[in-house]
């Protein structure tokens, strides 16, 4: 078993799933008293939120290289980024260090694809649904079609997050608001819709929605036990 390297803590919300995830997988694919070999190093996410909103991407970058560097010295295999939208600065971070880094945006096409779907929806931070470096990536390297909310939407989406998600607060006008947005993009076309953001999931289920959800924060996790065991299929991208 390979040694799983986390950045978390943004946020440790979305964290905790992805250990949760990682351990659940772990144990159900090898049984008995077997858990992840895993080092997180976990940021203050409210340094980070501040980087964000004044723009300071390169600080951001940095202080994530830095973490990145920490858990390679510290024994890890891979590195993983627990949150979609610091995949921003992902090029940064994986040229910091000699070990695999495993891409979001990467783990999760290979799922929509498997799935047969070539046209989706996109909820995430508007950093994440907005800019370039998530959507690009989405239609360019893996040939999906990616739709996101309309302007509403976007802020509703990205309040929600910051105001609510990352808190640990989930509240059921939020959600019903969501499921609106989702509703609107299948009416577009959308035939399945990616929760572009680690904490979604805990807001959003698949028995909440008639198309397939793409919680990427699970897959992401799923993707580093399939690294960590050895198991991941040919031709996955990056890792």
């Given at each position: 078993?390979?040694t799983i390297g986390?950045?978390?803590g943004?946020?440790?919300?979305s964290?905790?799933?992805?250990y949760?995830?990682?351990?659940?997988a772990?144990?159900a694919?090898?049984g008995?008293?077997?858990?992840?070999?895993?080092?997180?190093?976990?940021?203050?996410?409210?340094?980070i939120?501040?980087?964000?909103?004044?723009?300071?991407?390169?600080e951001?970058a940095?202080?994530l290289?830095?973490?990145?560097?920490?858990?390679?010295?510290?024994?890890?295999?891979?590195v993983?980024?627990?949150?979609?939208?610091?995949?921003?600065?992902?090029?940064?971070?994986?040229?910091?260090?000699?070990?695999?880094?495993?891409?979001?945006?990467?783990?999760?096409a290979?799922?929509?694809?498997?799935?047969?779907?070539r046209?989706a929806?996109?909820?995430?931070?508007?950093?994440?649904?907005?800019?370039?470096?998530?959507?690009n990536?989405?239609?360019?390297?893996?040939?999906l079609?990616?739709l996101?909310?309309?302007a509403?939407?976007?802020?509703?989406?990205?309040?929600?997050?910051?105001d609510?998600?990352v808190?640990?607060?989930?509240?059921?006008?939020?959600k019903?608001?969501?499921?609106?947005?989702?509703?609107q993009m299948v009416?577009?076309?959308?035939?399945?819709?990616i929760?572009?953001?680690?904490?979604?999931?805990?807001?959003?289920?698949?028995?909440?929605?008639?198309?397939p959800?793409?919680?990427?924060?699970?897959?992401?996790?799923?993707a580093a036990?399939?690294?960590?065991?050895?198991?991941?299929?040919?031709?996955?991208?990056?890792?």
């Amino acid at each position: 078993m390979k040694t799983i390297g986390l950045i978390g803590g943004m946020s440790w919300e979305s964290s905790l799933e992805y250990y949760r995830i990682i351990n659940e997988a772990i144990k159900a694919r090898l049984g008995g008293f077997h858990s992840a070999k895993s080092i997180l190093y976990s940021v203050d996410f409210a340094e980070i939120e501040s980087l964000q909103r004044s723009g300071r991407w390169e600080e951001a970058a940095g202080m994530l290289a830095g973490a990145a560097k920490s858990l390679e010295n510290g024994g890890a295999d891979c590195v993983v980024l627990c949150t979609n939208t610091m995949h921003k600065v992902a090029e940064e971070i994986e040229t910091s260090v000699n070990i695999p880094f495993l891409h979001i945006v990467d783990t999760t096409a290979q799922q929509i694809k498997r799935a047969g779907i070539r046209k989706a929806g996109l909820l995430g931070t508007r950093f994440t649904m907005e800019e370039e470096f998530y959507v690009n990536r989405l239609v360019q390297k893996h040939g999906l079609d990616i739709l996101i909310p309309d302007a509403q939407g976007r802020e509703l989406v990205h309040r929600v997050i910051f105001d609510e998600l990352v808190l640990g607060e989930i509240r059921l006008p939020s959600k019903e608001r969501y499921l609106d947005v989702i509703a609107q993009m299948v009416e577009q076309g959308a035939e399945g819709i990616i929760l572009g953001c680690t904490e979604i999931g805990l807001l959003v289920h698949a028995q909440d929605c008639l198309v397939p959800l793409f919680d990427t924060a699970r897959i992401h996790a799923e993707a580093a036990v399939e690294f960590s065991l050895g198991t991941a299929r040919q031709g996955s991208p990056d890792i």
